[in-house]
């Protein structure tokens, strides 16, 4: 817990999300859990953010609600991809990748330059 | 979820994202507890993982699209809240609005409905009515239609009607209904369908079938309470049975805009009401208006000119009987024209100016409510300055002030425009009612359409917008650093004070206006009333006596009319009768084209003169003098050589002011049989068709000297009018009716006062007069107010200045002078540019005067004093409360 933590980039959140969400109806506390186990603790996840995002995505259709028992016993709101969600999670990720890989080259380019 | 759904489930929605965030929470919470931590420890940690509850539920409502939602609802709830703080205020500032926008959206309704509003037909735009170009004539002969329907090939169907009156009933005093001829081929080519039963069509319209109609929705409601079995029955329109085969949809209201219809007949079931003297083959009656519907893609100017190319054919073969040689040319020479169906009303034309007279004048009087309230806000926003930098010294944009200030304006304009709907749409009915008269019902759709429904929001918002943008951003413009000084004292409002006097000076400017507009039209009407009528009105009762059933016979109909006239002189309280083709004012006009033996040579256009025909005793009923010469008598008759009375205009025109006694009078057209008639008379000028015009040449021929080929065989009714002894002519009545009665008892009967047909001729003038009166004293009482608010906040805002020089010695009356010269500055001020506008805007209004100049300078003088006095009035109380302050008092507060 005590490797240095990086902010997560700007928008990526809702990346995170959707993919996480992809994998079936989960909740929001598990969400966050997930995000960090994936990321191995190094992206700290600002919680506060994580459940405007989760609204706004709702409002936006991308991801759908319904309240129904967790593993605990309590109720709590699952959220799970629509159809629009998956297409903007494949289109988002597609540019992600994209993005990623420029970066990449760019990197590899500055570092040769400088041998 | 959709925002409607979140509006409406909000609590529930929010109750949910409070315990999905809980829910976290508590997650954490037990997690850490697991891991090891005390709960204390463990409730710490995870509320500062977590963060503050409340602003991130503010988070997720912004971001769940709901955040504006609340920001309106609370700037709303505030401002009602604000609003019913001052109630007197806000009361006073909704009134004026709810007049104002109700004002303008009546007035405009009416607009809409007579120049706007389509045609409640199958495409409208594509219908076109035939007219003469030149003369503007619009009314065709049964020949000519007869020709147009068999032409199918120019258009896409014609149609052709024309408006009647149908007695329902059998004798005795009348009961009308508006009917309609109409073409077999109206409900089709004009793409109406039955509600009930089925419209008639051009099986129906034959001479000899059976008569049959069809009747409107709202007479089924009357007349059978909306009976399914009103289908079948049978209806007597003067005297003759039809069938009703149908009822036409609640929408449709004819084919011209300010005109209904209680039951359509076919057009050739004509004969069987007016007998032997149907109209269908007398080619010299232009009574039908013809409608063209248009092929698809066809122009109206090469419509026009298809219509053209069968012109001769269609003249020739329509000549109308016994016309002149000169007469026919013209006829055969006038050229057809189509003119679009929409926006053609005779309605249209005769209210078209008034109407956008009025229309201006109502907009004024919104525009001087919008500058009160403008006021009201702004010494409002003074007073709430420490409170506005409160806001902004906590961190509030100014843009979130301007929001909350506008929503203010929003509420007031919105209430104001849900009373102004109430208004307008009592008003535009009140005011349809006043247009109609006993013979002339004017009807109107005044249903709300989006067109009016556009204009009221429109004008809604633009109001708030005008009265609600410069106090917003002025009351937003106070700096944080005010709320942390003592407040409410300096020089800091006067530029507010400033602004504040420009608009009561336009108010004032624009009051002015209205009220000089309200005097030149208030003085027209009166100038109208109390014209010199020729005549005196007050006890005269007028009787329509129509003989179309009481005998077929047109020669025995003057008959009828001299006997009805022998027992009704007869019946006490009584001082004379006489019968008569038409009546002044009537809107029945009777005319020839003449010849004076030993005349002025004139022009032929000018050789026309009006006429009447009456019995003995006409002009004693009328109370007309005779100025030389004789009356008619009862010796004037068939075996006696023709006589004829004319007036002082006739003499005038025909024989340049000289004695008309022994000159003869020959009538060229309509052409009469019957040798040229002496003039034995000359009569007093007096009013004949219109108050407005000068009183026209007149001719008078005795009732009893007709020949073929005069209005009184083609008339099937005279008009019977009773003087009475003394008191109202309505009083007479019964006794006249019974006396009627006992003559013959098919005769139907109309009653109406002189004094009131000659009050229904001056309709549009009082409409105009009295909406014009009311909104210039409105618009007086406006400003007013606005002067009394601006004067005594400069009077509050001066205390301790006034307090000061009263100190130093200033006498009361010294207070008084200084309060009411600022007054007298403001007045003066609006007074001289509100004449300067009035002076301009007068050409606008002089084609609707009478009797009155449109720059009338005693006007100007008249309307100066009444602000001066208005001006007196708003400044007195702030002036007396100005001398009445205590100098102790105001140093002490200091």
């Known amino acids: 817990m005590n490797a240095p933590k990086s902010d997560l980039p700007q928008g990526t959140l809702d990346l995170l999300v959707l993919q996480v969400v992809a994998h079936g109806p989960i909740h929001g506390y598990a969400i966050a859990q997930r995000i960090q186990q994936i990321s191995r603790d190094v992206l700290q996840v600002q919680q506060g953010s994580l459940y405007p995002a989760l609204h706004r995505m709702e409002n936006r259709g991308l991801l759908a609600a319904t309240w129904k028992a967790s593993e605990t016993g309590r109720e709590a709101k699952f959220y799970r991809l629509t159809p629009k969600g998956r297409a903007h999670l494949k289109e988002e990720t597609a540019n992600w990748a994209r993005l990623s890989e420029a970066i990449r080259l760019i990197l590899r380019t500055a570092e040769g330059g400088a041998l | 979820v959709n925002w409607w759904q979140r509006l409406v489930r909000k609590h529930q929605l929010e109750r949910q994202a409070d315990e999905e965030l809980r829910g976290h929470l508590e997650r954490l919470v037990s997690d850490h507890m697991a891991a090891g931590m005390s709960e204390g420890e463990a409730r710490r940690e995870a509320r500062l993982e ?310 201006v004048v109502v907009a004024l009087v919104l525009l001087i409510a919008c500058a009160n309230i403008a006021n009201v806000l702004l010494t409002r926003a003074i007073a709430r300055r420490h409170e506005l930098s409160m806001r902004l010294a906590l961190g509030a944009s100014r843009w979130r002030l301007v929001r909350q200030l506008l929503t203010e304006s929003a509420v007031l304009a919105g209430t104001g425009a849900a009373f102004g709907l109430l208004i307008a749409s009592w008003g535009s009915r009140l005011l349809v009612r006043q247009l109609s008269t006993q013979t002339n019902t004017v009807f109107l759709d005044l249903s709300i359409d989006w067109r009016v429904l556009a204009f009221a929001i429109g004008v809604t918002v633009g109001t708030a917008l005008l009265f609600g943008t410069i106090p917003a951003l002025r009351a937003s413009g106070v700096a944080p650093m005010n709320a942390l000084k003592a407040h409410g004292r300096g020089t800091a409002g006067d530029a507010r004070v400033a602004l504040a006097s420009g608009l009561v000076v336009a108010q004032l400017a624009l009051s002015v206006v209205l009220v000089v507009a309200a005097g030149l039209l208030v003085r027209t009407l009166v100038s109208l009333e109390t014209r010199d009528l020729g005549f005196q009105p007050d006890r005269v009762l007028l009787v329509d006596v129509d003989a179309q059933h009481a005998t077929e016979d047109p020669v025995q109909r003057i008959p009828l009319y001299e006997r009805t006239r022998e027992v009704v002189r007869a019946l006490p309280g009584v001082a004379e009768a006489a019968v008569s083709l038409t009546t002044p004012l009537s809107g029945l006009a009777l005319g020839n084209r003449i010849e004076v033996s030993a005349g002025t040579p004139l022009p032929e256009a000018q050789r026309v003169t009006s006429e009447n025909v009456v019995s003995p005793g006409w002009f004693r009923t009328f109370g007309t003098p005779i100025i030389t010469g004789r009356d008619f008598t009862e010796h004037d008759g068939r075996d006696t050589p023709p006589v004829a009375i004319v007036n002082q205009a006739f003499a005038r025109r025909f024989l340049n002011g000289a004695s008309p006694l022994g000159h003869t009078v020959k009538i060229v057209l309509p052409p009469t049989l019957g040798p040229p008639a002496e003039i034995v008379g000359l009569a007093a000028d007096a009013v004949y068709g219109s108050l407005r015009d000068p009183v026209p040449p007149t001719m008078y021929r005795p009732l009893a000297q007709q020949y073929e080929g005069s209005p009184a065989f083609t008339l099937p009714n005279a008009s019977l009018s009773v003087r009475s002894n003394s008191g109202s002519p309505l009083r007479l009545i019964r006794s006249v009716s019974t006396a009627i009665n006992a003559v013959h008892s098919g005769l139907a009967l109309t009653f109406l006062p002189l004094a009131d047909q000659v009050n229904a001729s001056l309709i549009p003038e009082r409409v105009v007069a009295i909406l014009s009166g009311f909104f210039g004293a409105l618009a007086l009482l406006l400003a007013g107010l606005g002067l009394y608010g601006i004067t005594a906040y400069a009077v509050s805002r001066r205390r301790t200045d006034i307090g000061i020089r009263m100190a130093l010695g200033a006498e009361r009356a010294t207070v008084v002078r200084l309060v009411l010269s600022r007054v007298s500055v403001l007045v003066g001020l609006g007074v001289t540019v509100g004449a300067g506008l009035s002076w301009w805007a007068s050409q606008f209004v002089a084609s609707l005067l009478y009797g009155v100049e449109a720059r009338d300078p005693l006007m100007l003088v008249g309307v100066a004093g009444i602000l001066a006095a208005v001006g007196a009035f708003a400044g007195w109380l702030p002036a007396w409360r100005a001398s009445r302050i205590d100098p102790a008092v105001v140093l002490r507060c200091e």
């Open chain 2, 50 to 359: 977590f963060g503050g509850l409340e602003q991130m539920k503010e988070a997720c409502r912004d971001a769940g699209g709901l955040g504006w939602i609340d920001d309106v609802t609370q700037d709303v709830r505030y401002s009602v809240r604000t609003l019913r703080a001052t109630p007197i205020v806000t009361a006073v500032a909704v009134l004026s609005l709810a007049l104002g926008i109700g004002a303008n959206t009546a007035i405009f309704s009416l607009i809409n409905s007579l120049e706007l509003r389509a045609l409640p037909v199958k495409d409208p735009t594509r219908l076109a009515l035939i007219t003469d170009g030149a003369t503007g004539n619009r009314f065709w002969s049964y020949a000519v239609w007869d020709q147009v329907r068999q032409r199918p090939q120019l258009f896409n169907g014609a149609v052709a009607w024309s408006f009647t009156r149908f007695n329902l009933a059998s004798g005795g005093e009348t009961q009308f209904v508006d009917g309609l001829w109409a073409s077999g081929s109206f409900f089709d080519t004009l793409g109406v369908l039955a509600l009930l039963g089925r419209n008639f069509s051009d099986a129906d319209d034959r001479r000899g079938a059976r008569p049959v109609t069809v009747i409107s929705y709202s007479f089924w409601q009357r007349r059978f309470g909306g009976a399914g079995d009103a289908i079948g029955r049978t209806l007597a329109l003067d005297n003759v049975p039809f069938t009703i085969i149908g009822v036409t949809p609640q929408d449709f209201f004819g084919a011209d805009v300010g005109r209904t219809f209680d039951v359509v007949v076919p057009i050739g079931d004509e004969p069987l009401v007016r007998g032997r003297e149907t109209w269908l083959d007398r080619r010299i009656f232009s009574w039908l208006t013809i409608m063209a519907r248009l092929k698809p893609g066809q122009m109206l100017d090469a419509a026009t000119s298809g219509l053209r190319g069968a012109q001769s054919q269609i003249r020739e073969a329509t000549l109308p009987e016994n016309l002149p040689q000169q007469a026919l040319h013209r006829y055969l020479r006038e050229g057809f024209t189509l003119l679009p169906a929409a926006g053609n009303s005779r309605l249209r034309r005769q209210y078209e100016r008034p109407l956008l007279t009025v229309m």
